[in-house]
């Protein structure tokens, strides 16, 4: 013989329950609905993030540099080796002094064009790398060489004066 199940007695019940007559069960289930409803909200909300980053780029472009920035003294970079400095303006933005030769200097941004990873001058290979992910710049020109980077390095334009080095916007 079948059992029924009994019906419990509405005295019976706690007074939460008819509070909150919801099962945990429908509680915690997630429609289709309510789902594709929360990636459209996402993905809109994630492209419209991107397109203010591109109209922002547009209204307000990165500013050249202006006139001629002091680095250091010529002897404090011997030959082969990398000076860190940094330009103050609108944002702070990191460059190195590589001293290439007797009378060879470049200035390159050390942000990686790839992710932005702090570029080094390697004096062994002659190269700028990218530590992050093996990529290599051309310490002569900032071309890329090797590894992921889409784009060379920006190159700024070396100016010795007096025994002092200074850096300005590259002519075009």
């Known amino acids: 013989m079948a059992m029924k199940k009994a019906v419990p007695d509405p005295q019976d019940m706690p007074n939460w329950k008819s509070d909150f007559p919801i099962q945990q ?4 289930h997630v429609s289709r609905r309510e789902f594709a409803k929360f990636l459209a909200l996402f993905s809109g909300t994630l492209a ?14 990165a500013k050249p540099l202006e006139g001629e920035h002091y680095v250091c003294q010529e002897t404090d970079v011997a030959v082969g080796q990398m000076f860190q400095f940094k330009i103050e303006g609108a ?11 007797e009378s060879e200097w470049r200035a390159f941004e050390q942000k990686c064009t790839h992710l932005t990873c702090a570029v080094r001058y390697r004096e062994d290979l002659k190269k700028i790398e990218c530590p992050c992910h093996h990529g290599f710049f051309s310490a002569d020109t900032g071309e890329v060489l090797q590894g992921p980077p889409p784009r060379p390095l920006p190159q700024l334009q070396v100016v010795i004066k007096d025994g002092k080095v200074y850096v300005k916007e590259k002519n075009a």
Do not use: D, W
Not at 49 to 58: D, K, P
Not at 94 to 99: A, D, E, G
């Open 25 to 28: 069960k429908k509680a915690t």
């Open 48 to 61: 419209l993030a991107n397109g203010v980053i591109v109209i922002r780029s547009l209204l307000f472009p």
């Open 91 to 101: 944002e702070t933005v990191p460059y190195i002094l590589v001293h290439l030769e």
